[in-house]
T-cell receptor, first 114, second 111 residues
Framework: DTAVSQTPKYLVTQMGNDKSIKCEQN?????MYWYKQDSKKFLKIMFS???????INETVPNRFSPKSPDKAHLNLHINSLELGDSAVYFC?????????????FGPGTRLTVL | GQNIDQPTEMTATEGAIVQINCTYQ??????LFWYQQHAGEAPTFLSY????GLEEKGRFSSFLSRSKGYSYLLLKELQMKDSASYLC????????????FGQGTTLQVKP
């Protein structure tokens, strides 16, 4: 299936731990994104990469570090997890990094920090 | 500032028509998106409007008025499976794919 995939789907961890979420797309897109959706359902962009180059870096704590080993992968590493990091994290991709490009979202990773 | 407003919740009856409104304020206009998100699932693309007017796509239509900073999503012949959140989103920049999302309108379709 052609899609955007994320692992894991669920992640439960203790405060202070470090965790990673992986994202892969096989759509041949050159731009990938990370979004955070909080309990009020607001979807907020965190990062965007175009061909492995960081394009968008919103006001996100530096505990969050994205890494794009190639244009099909964009991983998110989170250090020293806090309670407020609990949310659903969505990866997305688009063909082209312009404002008009449809974004395809992964299934999401529900992170719960205890 | 950049802001997108839409109603939090709406309820409608199966077979009816419902209109979900969205008003936006962004630093620049680069089109207006609608996404559908079923509970526990990923958002999926519904429409993109860049010109004024109504664009129809099957049971779903999207309208844009740039002068009023206003859009709506029109859902006809409602089905139970249309129960979902509908997210209005706008790209503030002409150079990137950054999207500003509204908080979404949760639509409940009742029999």
């Amino acid at each position: 299936d052609t899609a955007v995939s994320q692992t894991p789907k669920y992640l439960v961890t203790q405060m202070g731990n470090d965790k990673s979420i992986k994202c892969e797309q096989n759509l041949g897109h050159d731009t990938m994104y990370w979004y955070k959706q909080d309990s009020k359902k607001f979807l907020k962009i965190m990062f965007s990469y175009n061909n492995k180059e960081l394009i968008i870096n919103e006001t996100v704590p530096n505990r969050f570090s994205p890494k794009s080993p190639d244009k099909a992968h964009l991983n998110l590493h989170i250090n020293s997890l806090e309670l407020g990091d609990s949310a659903v994290y969505f990866c997305a991709s688009s063909q082209g990094g312009g404002p008009h490009n449809e974004q395809f979202f992964g299934p999401g990773t529900r992170l719960t920090v205890l | 500032g950049q802001n997108i407003d839409q109603p939090t919740e709406m309820t409608a009856t199966e077979g009816a028509i419902v209109q979900i409104n969205c008003t936006y304020q962004t630093s620049g206009f680069n089109g207006l998106f609608w996404y559908q998100q079923h509970a526990g699932e990923a958002p999926t693309f519904l429409s993109y409007n860049v010109l004024d007017g109504l664009e129809e796509k099957g049971r779903f239509s999207s309208f844009l008025s740039r002068s009023k900073g206003y859009s709506y999503l029109l859902l006809k012949e409602l089905q139970m499976k249309d129960s979902a959140s509908y997210l209005c989103a706008a790209p503030p920049s002409s150079n990137t794919g950054k999207l500003i999302f509204g908080q979404g309108t949760t639509l409940q379709v009742k029999p």
